[in-house]
């Protein structure tokens, strides 16, 4: 077992991610937004991809409503919760396999691939770059690749205003920007730069999305809001979500691309 194989287990083993996208409505706004988005490019009878499917929130949905879908998942322990919700009418198949390596699919395999959690642990550009190659390549041409990833200034937010004496200079740098390295666990990114790393891609940008905005920075009043309260902030997020100048602070961003 490697560093990051090590580490991503040591931390998916000891927490609850079964539970995070529906635990309060911090979270769940992230699974909202993002499945609005994916509604917009799903056509009847798509094969799906998740890549980091975890423990299946995204690819269970989906599958429940007739799609068929392929989960891939790095963590054991996270895939054994997602095997043991197979429902008997879903046609999902779940195998543990690692982003940086989807040999075992043929080019122009699926309609629609989702990389919904790996670039959150990968902390060097050439594994980056095998992700996004991979997910690309196993994906039809005209097809939907949409992969996630987490923002600097919004971890710095939400986590680095907790840790300003012992995190700097371990955690972030001079310009306060997070570290990518394995004991981080989590390896952000600015907007613009993540932008920049897809344009060698031959991929065309359709939308990049915060998906919880300033959720995680106001939680505590998100998560007393009303559900008819939380609707109309998930109508003013979904508005906004794409308005550069109100994205900087999201922990979560989607990119979605359409494969040339």
């Known amino acids: ?36 988005y994916i509604k917009k490019y799903l056509k009847p009878g798509d094969r799906i991809l998740e890549i980091g499917a975890g423990t299946g929130r995204y690819s269970l949905y989906y599958a429940n409503k007739g799609y068929d879908v392929t989960a891939i998942e790095y963590v054991q322990h996270n895939l054994d919760i997602l095997k043991s919700k197979i429902e008997e009418n879903m046609n999902v198949v779940a195998e543990q396999g ?28 050439d594994d980056i770059d095998k992700a996004i190659s991979e997910a690309i390549r196993v994906t039809k041409k005209d097809g939907i690749i949409a992969i996630a990833y987490i923002t600097s200034d919004g971890v710095f937010a939400d986590w680095g205003i907790d840790h300003l004496l012992d995190g700097y200079p371990n955690d972030f740098d001079k310009d306060f920007k997070l570290i990518r390295y394995p004991e981080g666990i989590f390896a952000p990114f600015y907007i613009s730069e993540f932008k920049n790393i897809m344009k060698k891609y031959d991929v065309t940008l359709l939308n990049n999305v915060a998906t919880d905005g300033i959720a995680n920075i106001i ?31 999201s922990c979560h961003m989607l990119y979605i691309a359409k494969k040339n």
Not at 103 to 114: A, E, G, H, P, Y
């Open 219 to 249: 939680s505590d009043k998100i998560n007393n809001l009303s559900k008819k309260e939380f609707e109309v902030w998930v109508k003013y997020q979904l508005s906004i979500c794409e308005r550069e100048d109100l994205q900087g602070y």
């Open 1 to 36: 077992m490697d560093k990051r194989e090590e580490l991503i287990n040591n931390h998916y083993n000891n927490y609850d991610e079964d539970n995070r996208l529906i635990k309060d409505n911090t979270h769940n706004i992230e699974f909202l937004v993002t499945q609005e």
């Open 98 to 125: 690692d982003a940086v390596d989807l040999s075992r699919f043929q080019d122009n395999t699926f309609d629609i691939t989702l990389v919904f959690g790996p670039l959150y642990h990968l902390y060097n550009d």
